[in-house]
Structure formats: C-alpha cells, structure tokens
C-alpha cells in the first residue's frame, strides 16, 4: 500500500479524497480537550452550553477537528514528507457536534521544485473537512516538502527500515 507520493506523482489541481471518515463522539472531544487542557466549557459542560450559547450544545473543540484532518490527509498527501514547512491559513467555518462524522480531501494548490535541494520539492495544498451533510466545517493550506522518487529510492524504497517476517 502506497503512504503518500513522490514529488513527481502530485499533480497541480489534483483532489485526493480521504477515507475513511471519523465520527466524532464525546469521548473523543473531552480527551482531547483534557489532553491539552482546554478547559473551556463550551467543550465540556453540556449545562453551561446548553444555557449560555447559541448552538444549545457543546461544541467539538476546533484543534482536534484540524488534528484529525491533518491525520486524515498523511496516507495521501505527507507520508513521504521530509517536513512540514508552514501552515499558511487556518479557518473554522462550521461547528462540529459530538455524533457527526467528518469527511477530508486535499487539492495540489502548487508544486514548486526545490532550488537548494534538487532531490526534493514543496508541495502547497489545501485540505478541507466537511460533515456529513456536506457543510464544510474547517480549511486550511498547508506546504509540505516531499521527496523525489530518486532520493526515496537511495533511502530504501517504499518502506524503508521495515523488517520481512521471519518464518520461526
């Protein structure tokens, strides 16, 4: 199974839709909230959001929808990536409620070959989650520096590093 491309494979206008989706249950939203203590209750007290908000109800904290969108988009996009350069935008759009699933694509923005390292190359993208009722709810662009198949190839191949099974 292929995890992520060589610089050569993105083509410029291209859209990898990610799969599977994730549905996002309350488990999901309050670790991630205590993980990295936000501790806002918009998140984690239904009482507080059900009273003093607009939707009623909590609301799936932002960073983890981003997370899981970034997540989502390695096996197509980063897999292969020698780093992730910038972030250059980030936006919430829609909320996200605990039970909804979200579904990612990526589009190839640019491609743009590296001056300084000739075996490699950036790659600008633009990943976009939406429910499952199409709303998009989160989009952000991103550049990431991929190498190209040459310099995947001196480094071992597709997977390099993974050890063939031994019959015992």
Avoid at 21 to 34: Q, S
Avoid at 79 to 107: M, Q
Avoid at 139 to 156: A, L
Wanted: aromatic share 10%.
């Amino acid at each position: 199974m292929q995890f992520g491309r060589y610089f050569e494979e993105f083509e410029v206008g291209a859209t990898y839709k990610h799969w599977p989706g994730k549905t996002v249950t309350e488990y999901d939203d309050h670790l991630f909230c205590l993980l990295t203590m936000n501790h806002h209750p918009l998140h984690l007290d239904a009482n507080y959001a059900e009273k003093t908000t607009e939707f009623g109800k909590n609301v799936v904290v932002g960073n983890y929808i981003y997370s899981l969108l970034l997540g989502m988009s390695v096996p197509d996009i980063s897999g292969k990536a020698i780093a992730n350069l910038e972030v250059e935008s980030l936006r919430h759009v829609a909320p996200t409620f605990h039970g909804d699933t979200i579904y990612g694509e990526t589009t190839v923005l640019d491609k743009i070959e590296s001056k300084s390292k000739p075996d490699r190359g950036i790659v600008y993208v633009e990943t976009r989650g939406y429910k499952q009722d199409g709303t998009v709810v989160c989009v952000f662009r991103r550049k990431v520096m991929v190498p190209k198949r040459e310099y995947g190839e001196k480094r071992g191949g597709e997977q390099p590093g993974r050890p063939e099974p031994v019959e015992r």
